[in-house]
């Protein structure tokens, strides 16, 4: 017998011929001394015989293994897919084959037999029942109780048993999540951890094949528990993390689902992390679609809400770009953070902004998107969605998309739809930026506001406001701009008049009212908060103008002069602390405001950037306007503080009725006087015209006295609440608001009256002024 024949001998059918095609290359090559070889190889093979409990060859099973000696094995095992359980084809009957024994024989030995044992083993791998091995719904498989296991062998069972466990942990965890119908996500999930199993099925193949060999009339020995244990180390390793990930992903979806894979991720151990990679490619591939569709044409293709992003079908287009579009929270990977997920956001948005509010059909649109699909295709895969490398690209991309879409927005809102030119008009009219138009508006509209509040028809005041737009500067901003100015009433209430229910408004639409409408309401506030200050610089002005006219008249009743000197002074202070009021809010506040935001402005790269830098603008104007709620007591106490000049508009407007009426009643007597002295030289004065005239004289005398009264009432009244609105400013967290106390008390009248307003501004100090002086309602 030659040393080849020798060696053949103790190899099983496929090694040895493997080995006679090897040996047959080596006769025909160049390699030297070949028997010596050969003769070491038998040598080895005898030595190893006396140490090792079998001598055959066995390929690697581990699971996803492609060692060539396992890439054969799967070659020559044909496999058999058939109600998730995998059999070699051709075999069948062997790998259902067990020992020709009876159950009753084998719990009637005294020990069961390993090679059954090994049987049973491979058919708890599929989660099937053997002769021995029983399932257990709570514990997986358990040993029959009748069978005779002995101790060694039943520890060994036991263990490898678990393979069996997992394996039914994962099935039935994947017919779950199969029968929910939860979408794409899970759906490949399931195909996902399938295709796993599918590797675990064709591991089980290749044993059964083993043992079918060892069966054979070749001699050969048998698999043992110990072959068994070395052989499934790796599927065992590798089910239980697949059970982990199952259960973890039970009853989630989408994104979800896709996070929860991602966990997995993070583990030091190169073999887990390829599986869960390998999962997560699958999983993330159908939001790889979505995405893509979302940033390339802001469309969702998302029935099963999986996608971080949704739409709401009942929005309508005005408020499209605030309420249709939003971020899904609880579907949004964690491997995507929350900046990433508002630009993928925003690029979709921009897209859908474009098309329907802005109606653009610029090539730019089409050209974003041939070019991205086409970047898509040759660049982006699955994994980068997932890895999230940020120069990689698919990250590359969608900046690219976002930058160019917010740019394409941003050049039509400010080119082809003037957004500087309407926020100037709001500026202008809304927030009384054109002084002369909004005085000339005033004079104008007096008649009509003194009615009362529910008796004022809207109708009739549009001729007015169009008068004071021709008759100013305003007739020379845009037409587009002047047309949307209108008038609008508040819901009127017992004893107001129109002053107390007019409003200016601003109508927007379109792309413009995206950022607009939104603070409609507050710009409104605002404008009514503006227009009483302005109303009560009017009031004063008036009073200031009809004292200095009447003055010349009334030089002639002395009696009135101590009435108008004290109107006079009373009217300076309030004048003061109206102008004061009126710069700080129109330059302090507004113009400073808008300072910064006309450079945010010019800055903004995207909708979202001009939405914040106005929303930014207006909580300031608001803020500082005394509007926010942190300053409801403050603004409050500013309403008292003009109701004393109400009152005095109206105690000046009677005292300039009855003085005037007094004087031409002087003037009449004079008259007759003089017209009947001279003519007929007789006296023009009588006995009765003395009498009511002195009579009148006291009366008036009377009043004026009862005036001077009111009007130290009313003084004292404005004074008290002026030092109390001091306080609260000077007591504020805003140091403007602190100077602006300051500045209202420019001669320290209130200081002298006061010592609290000479203390520091402590924070003990503000608690004793705020207890100390309630806000006036």
Known sequence: MTIAVQIKTKLTVRDALQFEKLHNDLKDGPLKNRLSILTFLLYLGNSNDQSRDRHFSFPDMRLGLNSPMASTSRQTTQVSVSQGQIVPLGSTENILRGPPLHPTRIFNEESVPEDILVQDLIYSFQGIEGKVLKLDSSYGFQIDPRANVNRTHKQAVLRLAALGYLHNVVTRGLERMSAACAGRVADSFVAALHQELSEYYRFIAIMQEEINRAQSPLGMDGVTLSHLHLWAYEPLESLKWLASIVRACTGQKGGALASAVY???????????????????????????????????????????????????????????????????????????????????????????????????????????????????????????????????????????????????????????????????????????????????????????????????????????????????????????????????????????????????????????????????????????????????????????????????????????????????????????????QYYFLFEVIECSWDIFAKQL???????????????????????????????????????????????????????????????????????????????????RTTSSDAEGSKRTNLFTKYLATLSLNLKLLSRNYQDRVKKFLLMLASAEDVSLQLLSVRLDFNEYYKSKDSRLVAPLTYQHRRQSEQSFPVSK
């Open 263 to 581: 966990s997995f991720s993070h583990h030091g151990d190169p073999g887990v992390k390829q599986l869960v990679k390998r999962i997560l490619e699958k999983v993330c591939d159908p939001l790889h679609t979505m995405l893509i569709r979302w940033i390339a044409e802001g469309e969702l293709d998302d029935p099963r809400e999986e996608f971080f992003i949704e739409a709401r079908s009942d929005v309508t287009e005005d408020k499209m770009w605030h309420q249709k579009y939003q971020v899904r929270d609880s579907m949004v990977p964690s491997f995507i953070s929350k900046a990433q997920a508002r630009k993928i956001l925003g690029t979709g948005k921009n897209i859908n902004f474009l098309r329907e509010v802005c109606k653009d059909s610029a090539p730019l649109q089409e050209r974003h998107r041939e070019n991205f699909r086409h970047n898509s295709a040759e660049d982006s895969n699955v994994e980068a969605l997932f890895d999230m490398d940020p120069d990689g690209p698919l990250q590359t991309m969608m900046e690219t998309a976002f930058k160019e879409t917010s740019i394409r927005v941003v050049e039509i809102l400010t080119k082809q739809y003037n957004l500087m030119e309407h926020l100037q008009g709001i500026k202008g009219y809304l927030l009384l930026g054109q002084g002369h138009f909004i005085q000339h508006l005033m004079h104008l509209l007096e008649p009509e506001l003194a009615k009362p509040a529910n008796s004022l028809n809207t109708h009739n005041l549009y001729p007015i406001l169009e008068t004071a737009i021709r008759a100013t500067s305003a007739k020379f901003d845009d037409v587009d701009v002047q047309r949307r100015l209108y008038v609008e009433s508040l819901a009127p209430s017992e004893n107001e008049t129109g002053w107390d229910v007019f409003i200016l408004d601003y109508n927007v639409d379109g792309p413009i009212g995206t950022i607009l409408e939104p603070c409609r309401e507050t710009y409104q506030t605002v404008f009514f908060s503006l227009w009483r200050a302005k109303r009560m610089e009017s009031i004063l002005s008036g009073i200031w103008k009809r004292q200095t006219t009447s003055a010349k008249i009334f030089r002639k009743m002395p009696e009135v002069l101590p009435i108008q000197n004290h109107i006079h002074l009373i009217t300076s202070s309030m004048v003061h602390l109206v102008h004061q009021m």
């Open 602 to 684: 010019g800055q903004a790269s995207s909708l979202d950037d001009i939405i914040t830098a106005h929303n930014n603008f207006v909580e300031s104007v608001k803020r500082g306007t005394l509007l926010d709620e942190n300053s409801q007591e403050l603004m409050d106490h500013l309403r008292s503080v003009y109701r004393p000049i109400l009152e005095l508009q109206s105690l000046e407007e009677t005292f300039l009725a009855r003085a005037m009426q007094e004087y031409e009643e002087r003037m009449t007597a004079e008259d007759i006087i003089e017209n009947k002295l001279y003519p007929s030289k007789k006296w023009g």
